[in-house]
C-alpha cells in the first residue's frame, strides 16, 4: 500500500471539516427553509459551528473556501442537502451559495 503524503492528509482534513462544518449549520435549518449566504457569511457560520481546534484548519478567503465546498459539494448532495450557487439581480451581482434540506 503506498503511503500517504502529508499535504493529501491536510486536504481530506480540510475537506471533512467544511464538509461536517456545513451539515451542522444546515441541521440548525428547519425543515423546508434554507440558509443563504455569501462565502464571508459561511465562513463566519462554520467558525461558530466548530471547534476552535477545527476551525483553525479552515480555508483562510472566501474563494479558498469556495474551492474546498466545490469539492465536497456532491458529498453534501448525496446526503439531501441542496446546494445552489448564484448571484444577486442587483447592481453589485453579490455571488451568494443556498442550502436546502
Do not use: C, I
Not at 9 to 37: A, D, I, L, P
Not at 73 to 84: A, E, P, Q
Request: proline share 2%; glycine share 6%.
Amino acid at each position: 500500500m503506498a503511503s500517504r503524503s502529508k499535504t493529501n492528509v491536510q486536504v481530506n482534513s480540510v475537506e471533512s471539516v467544511v464538509f461536517n462544518g456545513v451539515m451542522s449549520v444546515v441541521s440548525g435549518v428547519r425543515k423546508g427553509r434554507s440558509w443563504t449566504g455569501t462565502m464571508t457569511d459561511l465562513q463566519s457560520a462554520l467558525v461558530s459551528q466548530l471547534s476552535r481546534k477545527e476551525s483553525s484548519v479552515l480555508p483562510g478567503s472566501p474563494s479558498a473556501l469556495r474551492v474546498v465546498l466545490n469539492r465536497v459539494v456532491n458529498r453534501l448532495r448525496n446526503r439531501s442537502v441542496s446546494v445552489k450557487f448564484g448571484r444577486t439581480t442587483d447592481h453589485t451581482r453579490t455571488r451568494y451559495v443556498r442550502f436546502a434540506r
